[in-house]
Nanobody
Framework: QVQLVESGGGLVQAGGSLRLSCAAS????????MGWFRQAPGKEREFVGA????????AYEDSVKGRFTISRDDAKNTVSLQMNSLTPDAPAVYYC???????????????????WGQGTQVTVSS
């Protein structure tokens, strides 16, 4: 069983940057593909990005490509989401998730992930 704890959320101005972190415990971190999702009030949870187990391959939702970067540190059991050029979208809770996937798998669907953190709030002001 993997426990995930996100941190780094907060209030930032449009155009600014924020770095989210997710610390994992209770499992073999390198066995999991890691994903980031977000959910705004009244909206469906949506995929933001994922990083694979092997060679840190990444995938991103189209609207964040070129602005967001996912990285993982297997020695520290952490995955990060660097968010640049943030836009004043609706506030959202960002979640990290873990999937015991194939080595190069980059799951985009939430139901593929077995473990979820509690989320961290991100608000971008205009």
């Amino acid at each position: 069983q993997v426990q995930l704890v996100e941190s780094g959320g907060g209030l930032v101005q449009a155009g600014g940057s924020l770095r989210l972190s997710c610390a994992a415990s209770g499992g073999t971190f390198s066995s999991y593909a890691m994903g980031w999702f977000r959910q705004a009030p009244g909206k469906e949870r949506e995929f933001v990005g994922a990083v694979s187990r092997i060679a840190s391959g990444t995938a991103y939702e189209d609207s964040v490509k070129g602005r967001f970067t996912i990285s993982r540190d297997d020695a520290k059991n952490t995955v990060s989401l660097q968010m640049n050029s943030l836009t004043p979208d609706a506030p959202a809770v960002y979640y990290c998730a873990a999937d015991r996937a194939g080595p190069w798998s980059l799951p985009r669907l939430g139901h593929a992930y077995a473990y979820w953190g509690q989320g961290t709030q991100v608000t971008v002001s205009s």
